[in-house]
């Protein structure tokens, strides 16, 4: 078994748990022979769940978990008092490094909570950011931080400038990732104390290609590879454009159905319009990895369906075959000997 990439997956955690979880797994099974995965939740529930299926059984395994972390619990309590519960149990299996990785769609701020404090930062990282893949005219581009780090330093941002590109260069496959700067100015001297304090910095790095700051309206053209900001902004944006783009996908769909000649327009366009929308579906493209972490943490939507759940972990095998950890780890050390 030790060829296999090893997911534990809380499988009670989401609006639709445990059933998509169950199914995200199943078809990530059929899909990659290189997985296992452990499901950790409550075992007679998920076993019923699992007899719907054919899948590789030799490449599953059920590990039980009595209690479930909801999602409007206060999170450092979850984590403290429900040790038994799927989040907590899957966690520490990659702390144990048990699991290379771990994937949830429960509570946020307890897979935040849970991430930094059973896991545990890689020496040198400051902060953890949360880092989504969002969907771009030209690709993909990497949001981070999208919610971890509302009250981040520049040096934070310097670091997540660092762990984003070597992401998106590793994961994603990207050559000298472009690095920006949310800004609300392309001018070096516009925003806030914080990004005036870390422009100049991310000018210095030798090891980034940063192309400067970035206005949030050329991010859905796909302008820079690597899009850098503290969570506050981060998170106003990720919602905006969920909401940007479920709103435009509902309005061309109720366009094309408002009459006779429409609705022949419809049919002669649906192909390449299905293939341009599937593009900027998030749940293509997995979870939001929260970065610099000894292990892989990530968080799917709390809505995610089967299909999110199984890109998550397809994204968990490139990350670990990559060794995105221990690159980060490492580039942090360099830092550090670059400032002494």
């Given amino acids: 078994m030790s060829e296999y ?10 609006d639709y748990a445990p059933q998509e979880p169950v199914k995200g797994v199943i078809d990530a099974l059929n899909e990659k022979p290189e997985l296992f ?3 950790v939740g409550q075992k007679e529930v998920l076993k019923k ?10 490449r599953l395994e059920v590990v039980h ?50 991430g930094q404090v059973l896991v545990g930062k890689s020496k040198g990282v400051e902060r953890a950011p949360l880092a989504p893949l969002i969907p771009t005219a030209t690709g993909v581009s990497l949001l981070i931080d999208c919610g971890a780090n509302v009250d981040a330093r520049s040096s934070h941002l310097v670091q997540f400038a660092r762990m984003g590109s070597i992401y998106m260069e590793y994961v994603m496959g990207v050559k000298n990732p472009k690095v920006g700067l949310v800004n609300i100015g392309a001018e070096e001297e516009k925003g806030n104390a914080l990004v005036k304090e870390t422009f100049p910095l991310l000018k210095e790095c030798k090891d980034i290609n940063f192309i400067g700051n ?14 850098v900001c503290e969570a506050f902004v981060g998170n106003v944006i990720l919602k905006l454009y969920e909401g940007v783009g479920s709103t435009l996908i509902s309005k061309v769909k109720a366009g094309m159905m408002s009459s006779l000649r429409s609705k022949i327009g419809a049919l002669l366009v649906k192909p390449a319009l299905k293939e341009t929308l599937k593009s900027f579906d998030a749940s293509e493209y997995g979870g939001a990895p929260l970065l610099g972490l000894k ?10 369906k089967a299909n999110e ?27 550090k000997k670059g400032e002494n």
């Fill in 214 to 227: 970035v206005e949030a309206r050329d991010i859905p053209k796909g302008v820079c590879d690597v899009v």
């Fill in 37 to 39: 995965v452990y499901l």
């Fill in 49 to 58: 769940e699992l007899e719907k299926y054919s899948y590789p059984k030799d």
């Fill in 309 to 335: 759940i199984k890109n998550s972990l397809i994204q968990c095998i490139a990350f670990s075959k990559e060794d995105i950890c221990g690159k980060i780890q490492e580039n942090m050390k360099q830092e």
């Fill in 65 to 114: 978990a009595s209690e479930i972390i909801e999602t409007g619990e206060p999170p450092v309590q979850a984590i403290q008092k429900k040790k038994d519960s799927s989040l907590v149990k899957a966690l520490r299996m990659v702390r144990s490094q048990e699991a290379s990785a771990f994937v949830s769609c429960g509570s946020t701020g307890a897979v935040l909570v849970g």
């Fill in 295 to 304: 292990g892989l943490v990530v968080k799917a939507h709390g809505s995610s």
């Fill in 5 to 14: 990439i090893k997911v534990a997956v809380d499988a009670m955690g989401g």
